[in-house]
């Protein structure tokens, strides 16, 4: 493996910002890595996209990160994940991997009682990826989801913890209590700015799986299997792509990367499929 490509940096996509708790996770856990990260947020939310849309928007992505030179694509988007991770890895010579298959991974290894909670938002819960993946897994594992919408606006906003936070949560999370589970899937990249509340609200018998933290990990496994590791001392570089810029967008996507970004490029990736 030539040093040039360990050094070639990850690609991260997702529709909006909630991808950069994806990005948290890598830097904390793989700080020498250099990150490329595109939010496609002129045409956010894909939730409300067909799956036809949705592939084809991926694509668009994946194939501006693939002109930047990167030897990852990692689809940090739960839509994107449930609907094009497979014409993507078909398509591209990179590694692909997306943000369903490591938590639900996760879950199946920590379960003792077999019963799994997902939630999510609308989209992601009506797709049943989480269910499938689980099921694949280990065919006895029953899985109980609930789409929480409201603890998106949450995370942007900041109320992730006081009365208002744990109010909604205790109503979303309530049915949970009277199906026995153990394990509880946070399947949307926006949940891990709530995880204090939710933990405080289901309580410390359950134990939470973060679907951006088992990401990381599964990029670190594949990086170390592909000998693309980088071992370099160099300082990391951060690239951050955006389809459309809002005056919020700075303050919010420092909340949800753990630190203020610098330097944000809008570009116009339309017309770019694969």
């Known amino acids: ?123 992601t819960i009506k797709s049943s990826a989480y269910k499938k993946a689980l099921e694949a897994i280990s065919p006895d594992i029953e899985v109980f989801s609930r789409a929480c919408p409201l603890f998106v606006p949450l995370a942007e906003e900041g109320w992730t913890e006081g009365e208002i936070s744990e109010l909604i949560a205790k109503e979303y999370l309530a049915p949970f209590k009277g199906y026995d589970i153990d394990v509880l899937v946070l399947g949307c990249t926006h949940y891990p700015l709530l995880k204090p509340t939710i933990q405080k609200v289901m309580g410390g018998g359950i134990t939470l799986v973060d679907s951006a933290e088992e990401t990381a990990k599964e990029i670190e496994r594949v990086l170390i299997e592909r000998g693309l590791l980088n071992n370099g001392s160099g300082a990391p570089s951060r690239a951050y792509y955006l389809t459309d810029v809002s005056d919020t967008f700075v303050s919010v996507a420092g909340r949800f990367l753990g630190e203020k970004i610098e330097n944000i490029e809008m570009v116009d990736i339309t017309g770019t499929a694969l």
């Open 1 to 123: 493996m030539t040093n040039d490509m360990k050094t070639a940096p990850i690609g991260v996509f997702d529709s909006g910002i909630g991808g950069l708790t994806v990005v948290r996770e890598i830097i904390s856990r793989l700080p020498r890595e250099n990150i490329i990260y595109l939010g496609d947020t002129a045409r956010v939310p894909y939730g409300t996209k067909s799956s036809r849309t949705v592939i084809a928007y991926s694509h668009h992505n994946a194939r501006f990160l693939v002109s930047k030179g990167i030897k990852m694509l990692v689809v940090a988007c739960n839509t994107s994940s449930a609907v094009s991770l497979p014409s993507l890895s078909r398509e591209l010579e990179i590694p692909v991997i997306g943000v369903i298959g490591p938590g639900a991974k996760k879950a199946g290894e920590v379960t003792k009682s077999k019963r799994v909670g997902v939630i999510g938002t609308p989209s």
